[in-house]
């Protein structure tokens, strides 16, 4: 009976919860003019699926082999259920009748429909799967997945992006590459650079050098350095180079309680 409580409740969640990720992924296409609710990235990695409904369901495949590790293991969810999973999945179903990304991808009533679906049956084999799963073989589970899911996530994922970055032109290669060698460098894993790489790349040839693209820049080289200072990079960079770091520079992270 219990079994039968948590299979319901996780259909119902599952639905609910893949109809707005699905739509508010699909509505991130048509941003400014429409409002979209979704992530950045969920946006820069399905555009770097190209269309193609095999790379939309195998990047989500990836991923869900992580969130099913987490489900079974810690009896939560990852931010990949909605992040990556179940938008992409829903493209890939889409895409593989329509190649028109007008009508499939960027259609928030299909990606909504068909989001609820795989939403509902996603949610559900997650939650029936941690429920009956002894918790002997939980741990089995998570010693197989975790560490295939985290080569994936580390070192598979960075290059797919960066090849995708290398094959839009030269241009977007290069920032792809600058930006992902950043990351990778700052926050360990270079998908967010390689992202960011293709959007000042692809921005550029579209329309040139202008406000907006140099505002996106500045943007990106302020957000890398943000994040390099509040993560310690500039003080272990130093101590790399066996130099000492300043006073003051020790002085600016004790103000925030960065070490």
Same mark, same amino acid.
């Given at each position: 009976?219990?079994?039968?409580?948590?299979?319901?409740?996780?259909?119902?969640?599952?639905?609910?919860?893949?109809?707005?990720?699905?739509?508010?992924?699909?509505? +991130?296409?048509?941003?400014?003019?429409?409002?979209?609710?979704?992530?950045?990235?969920?946006?820069?990695?399905?555009?770097?699926? +190209? @269309?193609?409904?095999?790379?939309?369901?195998?990047? @989500?495949?990836?991923?869900?082999?992580?969130?099913?590790?987490?489900?079974?293991?810690?009896?939560?969810?990852?931010?990949?259920?909605?992040?990556?999973?179940?938008?992409?999945?829903?493209?890939?179903?889409?895409?593989?009748?329509?190649?028109?990304?007008?009508?499939?991808?960027?259609?928030?009533?299909?990606?909504? +429909?068909?989001?609820?679906?795989?939403?509902?049956?996603?949610?559900?084999?997650?939650?029936?799967? /941690?429920?009956?799963?002894?918790?002997s073989l939980?741990?089995?589970?998570? /010693?197989?997945?975790?560490?295939?899911?985290?080569?994936?996530?580390?070192?598979?994922?960075?290059?797919?992006?960066?090849?995708? $970055?290398?094959?839009?032109?030269?241009?977007?290669?290069?920032?792809?590459?600058?930006?992902?060698?950043?990351?990778?460098?700052? +926050?360990?894993? $270079?998908v967010p650079?390689?992202?960011?790489?293709?959007?000042?790349?692809?921005?550029?040839?579209?329309?040139?050098?202008?406000?907006?693209?140099?505002?996106?820049?500045?943007?990106?080289?302020?957000?890398?350095?943000?994040?390099?200072?509040?993560?310690?990079?500039?003080?272990?960079?130093?101590?790399?180079?066996?130099?000492?770091?300043?006073?003051?520079?020790?002085d600016l992270?004790?103000?925030?309680?960065?070490?």
């Amino acid at each position: 009976m219990e079994f039968t409580i948590i299979l319901i409740k996780s259909i119902v969640i599952g639905g609910l919860l893949g109809f707005s990720a699905s739509v508010g992924a699909a509505r +991130m296409f048509h941003a400014p003019s429409t409002q979209g609710l979704g992530a950045f990235r969920t946006l820069g990695e399905m555009n770097a699926c +190209m @269309g193609d409904a095999a790379s939309h369901f195998s990047f @989500g495949l990836g991923f869900f082999f992580n969130a099913w590790a987490s489900a079974v293991g810690a009896g939560a969810f990852t931010q990949d259920v909605t992040h990556r999973i179940i938008p992409n999945w829903a493209a890939a179903t889409l895409l593989a009748k329509n190649k028109n990304l007008a009508e499939t991808m960027h259609e928030p009533k299909k990606m909504g +429909m068909i989001g609820a679906i795989i939403g509902a049956v996603v949610v559900a084999f997650l939650n029936s799967t /941690a429920a009956a799963i002894p918790k002997s073989l939980q741990v089995t589970a998570v /010693a197989v997945l975790v560490p295939a899911a985290t080569i994936l996530i580390n070192t598979v994922m960075p290059v797919i992006f960066w090849l995708a $970055a290398l094959d839009a032109g030269k241009r977007t290669g290069f920032w792809g590459t600058l930006f992902g060698g950043i990351a990778q460098l700052i +926050m360990g894993n $270079a998908v967010p650079g390689v992202v960011l790489g293709i959007l000042i790349g692809k921005g550029v040839d579209e329309i040139g050098w202008n406000r907006v693209t140099k505002s996106m820049l500045a943007a990106i080289i302020l957000l890398f350095i943000l994040s390099g200072f509040f993560r310690g990079f500039d003080l272990e960079m130093i101590k790399s180079f066996q130099l000492q770091s300043p006073n003051w520079l020790n002085d600016l992270h004790n103000v925030f309680n960065v070490k």
